[in-house]
């Protein structure tokens, strides 16, 4: 059965790295992947042609495919757009919700040749692997009532922090399973001193934990938490969290590897259906130089061939591939040091082709 | 006139550093500083006592005192209390919310004699000087409606994250006064992408912009801002941010300087009483052991000294002290390094009085 994957470049630098993607996926059909790419308009470029972050089209094209691959959206072009449902972000957050993809895969590892690019001392970030599972389609995001409405003569701005057990026991079962895939250990963020929300988030945490008797549970507020992957980031192995607290954390362990344009992340659904794409953003500031990492968006067709297509053998392929030109001392400028070889965009793609 | 200072020791370490504190307000007393010091229970040490943990006795003490310093509150003796305003939190949000404290300053700066603490690469962190202004009285702390009832068969968490203009207004015109005081640098923290009550936010920094020429306002996501503080912390001179966002980004940077030990805070109000209290937190694993460091402790009373009782020269002494406990080579054990004396609180309080 031929899969469809859709390619969505989006904005900033996305249609650049998308670019190297889809050389990439080309070279899988020939090495024998059975699948059908088609390309469509999401964030900002969307919104230019069609007045909407995620026009209809996009969005059935979306819902028809096996696996979606997304550069990146949004941009300061956009930033003075009033309403805030035609931005850029919306396209993105419009296809979480109607995917209904929830569960979010977030991993932050250390690539043995890039561990003089953290900020952090070598010994304390050598060999890191953490995976963050983020609650992707409730919390804050998406709760409602929402608003900036007119109160007591004078505006206030409101937004709804919620979950119900039925979303917290699905995003919970998804690391469970992940830890006990890893290395046994999941610890949930919360604010239980605080938040109510976040105190049902840890009973339903607490509930499930006897139904994984292999995995270790542990709760941390979301301020030590913080603190803690600054700290000592190797004492985590799987964490689970919500949407607003995953995105926090989630950017901050990423950039702990000092190299997030090479994390690729996944957000699935209940059948499987995933979306992939980079942990990094649309950096704007560097679009249309042809000197962006395209490194996450090309691990990110790893992750999707690995998750969505139960392609394991050809996925290694690629992150061997992209090992192989790391150990060739290749580097875009975001990760170059002394020592090694400054490559553009198109030629990173080149070489993780040749390396194929 | 006599200031009345309230001491509050709480939970956890709270006592032992408490205690330096209170030797070192004695010493300042025979210096001649005028005040007048009382103690009083909050926390889980109260809840124990009176099964509250904001007596209304410490709440009145507190009402009228031109300053409380605050140890710590907390500890997992009572995490299993199920009613949440039972909990030792409630009394530290208590005294918060009715003293009216909405402007909590947390510096996170590096001492250079503890450059090596940091898990920072020290080029990355030397010189570090960051001042969060995190908004304490408002946001989804105290938003309403909040809890955890049944709907549609199943129970849902909820909380309120609401900002009304005016409380917005009121902490923005604190950070721009502290820009000006200053490097005149402020990053304002949201994530106005997403979430309505931002938007407000970024509009309300905005619009008092142009009354504060002298300072140069930036507005970052929350998500880069965790990443922009472990990629390159000295961008930041005052960020200013919303009561959950505060919480989570003063820690990390907080942690930054690898010594979260000696780091006080201030949280003041509109008359410009303050509550004075470590960074750092109860640390019940260690309680007891009089190994904890009081240096966050006392450098509390000097930020007390200079903000709320105007005695800067006095709060210049205690700060010298300290450094000149630190250029001896003494440590407690959290920031002990090779070829430094490892001391205990007591022997730490002992250093710095003789300092003093
Ligand atoms: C672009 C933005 C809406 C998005 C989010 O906040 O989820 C991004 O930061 C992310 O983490 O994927
Ligand atoms: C103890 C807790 C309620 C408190 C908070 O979240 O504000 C603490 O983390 C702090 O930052 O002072």
Redesign the interface.
Known sequence: MTHKVLLLPGDGIGPEIAAQAARLLKACQEAGLDIDVEEALVGGSAYDVHGEPLPAETLEKAKAASAILLGAV?GPKWDKIED?SK?P?KGL?GLRKNLGLFGNLRPAMLYPQLASAS???PE?VAGLDIMIVRELTGG??F?QP???EE?NG?????????????EIERIGRVAFEMAQKRGGKLCSVD?A?????????REVMERLAPEYPDVELSHMY???A??Q????PKQFDVVVTGN??G??????A???T?S?GMLPSASLNESGQGMYEPCH?SAPDIAGQNIANPLAMMLSVAMMLRYSLNETAMAERIEAAVGAVLDDGLRTADIASEGTRCVSTVEMGDAVLAAF
Chains 1, 2 share one sequence.
């Open positions: 949004g805030l931005r972000e957050l900020s952090l001392k304390l804050i995001y709760g929402r608003g900036i109160r004078e505006r206030v701005g409101f937004n709804t922090y919620i979950y119900s057990e039925s604010k001193n605080v938040l109510e929300v976040t105190i049902l988030w979301v301020d030590n913080a603190m992957l600054v700290r000592a607003m607290f995105d926090i954390l989630s950017d901050a990423a950039m702990l000092g997030i953003g």
